[in-house]
């Protein structure tokens, strides 16, 4: 069974320009979470998805924004980026609320 | 809402030695609670979960964590540790908004 992907791995981008991250969860999983982690804060919860909706949200402004298509898969969107968004973002997956969460290998986001 | 309190943030230990991470979460609701680990430049991988039934709960790798409801602890241990361990080790607990919130994180280096 393949297990969570994000793709890139890795980003660069100016600030003040938006990025899109990509995950993939795991096939029969609908629960996809997105983390921030940065040394200084450590892992934020930014926010899940269930069946296409969003059910939880982090305390993360309204630049963070993400979505979830009919397959499962999730995107998340960062609009006019500041240096302070620089982080390893990581998507998780399960298959329903409680079960552990399987983790992708995150996108390393620089904004310069 | 729980949070999550990992005692230490850098545990030194020599090879072969025995190492215990603390763990003390606050909820007033019944939690499911895990243990993860973060190797350099990858996501989070699962070593072990207690979602109810026995408080000592064998994980992979060795490790193992004990659940004490009265002390709101969930201590992880290994009796022998290899250098391969070192890594960032997370407690996270899951309450009923599904929400999983982690601690700070302990590091772990391993010493021959």
């Known amino acids: 069974k393949a297990g969570v992907t994000q793709t890139p791995r890795y980003l660069i981008k100016t600030r003040g320009q938006q990025v899109t991250l990509s995950c993939s969860p795991i096939?029969?999983?609908?629960?996809v979470s997105w983390y921030q982690q940065t040394p200084g804060q450590g892992l934020q919860f930014l926010f899940e998805?269930?069946?296409?909706?969003?059910?939880n949200k982090g305390n993360f402004p309204g630049r963070f924004s993400g979505r979830q298509f009919s397959n499962s898969r999730s995107e998340m969107n960062v609009s006019t980026l500041e240096l302070g968004d620089s982080a390893l973002y990581l998507c998780?997956?399960?298959?329903?609320?409680?079960?552990?969460?399987?983790f992708g290998n995150g996108t390393r986001l620089t904004v310069t | 809402a729980q949070s999550v309190t990992q005692l230490d943030s850098q545990v030194p230990v020599f090879e072969e030695a025995p190492v215990e991470l603390r763990c003390n979460y606050s909820?007033?609701?019944?939690?499911?609670l895990f243990w993860y680990v973060q190797y350099p430049n990858q996501g989070l991988q699962l070593l072990l979960k207690?979602?109810?039934?026995?408080?000592l709960v064998k994980g992979i790798n060795g490790f193992e964590a004990e659940f004490n409801k009265s002390q709101t602890s969930f201590h992880l241990r290994k009796p022998s540790v290899h250098i391969s361990d070192t890594a960032e080790y997370f407690c996270?607990?899951?309450?009923?908004?599904?929400?999983?919130?982690f601690g700070a994180g302990t590091t772990v280096t391993v010493r021959a």
């Open positions: 998805y269930f069946s296409e909706t969003q059910r």
């Open positions: 909820s007033s609701v019944s939690v499911y």
């Open positions: 207690y979602l109810s039934g026995s408080t």
């Open positions: 096939s029969g999983h609908r629960s």
């Open positions: 996270a607990v899951i309450s009923n908004d599904y929400k999983l919130s």
């Open positions: 998780a997956s399960s298959s329903s609320g409680g079960s552990p969460l399987h």
